[in-house]
């Protein structure tokens, strides 16, 4: 009976406050199609927690904390997930008339061979020509990891490759 009472008054306060919610979400975030399935995912949360919110002294204030928190966290990743993508498209599009195929079959079977966060360092910083900030921020880690696994993964293509072929075929950086 405990449960059915938990599941009425949660209904109840859904049926009050999903659309306040969600005009929250809108509000914070800017954007109308997310915002339902903000507050919609905001009150899932909630409905996890239901015993403790029920007893709380406002629960309506702790929905809209809720609320604010995956707003907040969407927008980061939203910001997060942009750079990327402008990082990406930033690069230089150069063109070599008679490309040394042999060598790019080469090195990217070497970069294959690379654990991911070394590759990724490898790629951006040469391959791209990124600086080490826009390297770290593309990838969510610190400058000082950028410059390590970038160290060690051409460390790794030099032994692969050999030291002239490395240099020349992914570029050296000074």
């Known amino acids: 009976m405990l449960l059915e009472d938990a599941a009425a008054e949660f209904h109840d306060f859904f049926e009050r406050h999903h659309a306040e919610l969600a005009r929250l979400a809108h509000l914070l975030t800017g954007e109308s199609d997310a915002a339902d399935d903000l507050a919609a995912d905001a009150l899932v949360a909630l409905w996890h927690r239901w015993d403790r919110v029920r007893r709380a002294d406002h629960p309506l204030a702790y929905a809209r904390g809720v609320v604010a928190n995956m707003a907040r ?14 990082l990406f498209w930033a690069r230089h599009t150069d ?3 008679d490309p040394d195929i042999a060598g790019v079959v080469d090195v990217r079977a070497a970069l294959g061979r690379l654990p991911f966060r070394k590759r990724s360092c490898v790629v951006l910083r040469h ?5 080490e900030k826009d390297t770290a921020l593309a990838l969510g880690i610190s400058v000082g990891t950028v410059k390590s696994q970038t ?4 460390a790794e293509l030099r032994r692969t490759l050999g030291t002239h072929a490395a240099e020349e075929l992914v570029g050296r950086r000074n």
């Open 73 to 86: 966290s969407r927008i980061r990743s939203a910001v997060r997930e942009r750079r990327r993508v402008a």
């Open 151 to 154: 160290s060690k993964g051409m």
């Open 95 to 97: 063109r070599v008339d």
């Open 127 to 131: 391959a791209f020509d990124l600086s």
